[in-house]
């Protein structure tokens, strides 16, 4: 962020690159999302690049943000909230519902209650499922 700040971009892109390499294996979002928008911004930026972009995308929308120009394509019959969204990009890592639950600022009960409805809009029965088929629905 240093360089990018001091206007040099091109050398902020790959350290930013290594960074995200290392981070997506351990689904690491809040190192990025606490930077606040001049990570974003550079984030977008790696994203026009083709750096890791599924993964980014994911980062981008613990900021609120989504790759400038992208639906979600949701052929679903009942479409899933932006909380929804949010918990569902959370089922492709490695935390437990609480610690989802705690990133989300959410209670347990209430990040249960998300769960039970992505399950019956997208018509599956768990975590690894849901991530499935919102895959197949392009809904990252």
Do not use: W
């Not at 700040?5 to 902020?12: D, M, T, Y």
């Not at 959370?90 to 990040?111: K, V």
């Amino acid at each position: 962020m240093a360089h990018d700040a001091r206007g040099n971009r091109p050398a902020a892109l790959g350290p930013l690159e290594r960074a995200l390499a290392l981070a997506e294996s351990e689904g690491y979002v809040r190192v990025f999302a606490d930077e606040g928008p001049p990570m974003a911004a550079l984030l977008e930026a790696a994203l026009k690049q083709g750096v890791s972009s599924g993964y980014i995308r994911r980062l981008l929308s613990a900021f609120g943000r989504a790759e400038r120009g992208a639906t979600h394509k949701q052929a679903l019959h009942e479409p899933l909230s932006d909380r929804e969204l949010e918990v569902l990009r959370l089922f492709r890592t490695e935390l437990s519902g609480p610690d989802m639950a705690r990133m989300l600022h959410i209670s347990l009960n209430t990040l249960r209650s998300h769960t039970k409805n992505i399950y019956s809009k997208l018509e599956v029965n768990n975590r690894r499922a849901a991530v499935r088929r919102a895959e197949e629905l392009d809904l990252d």
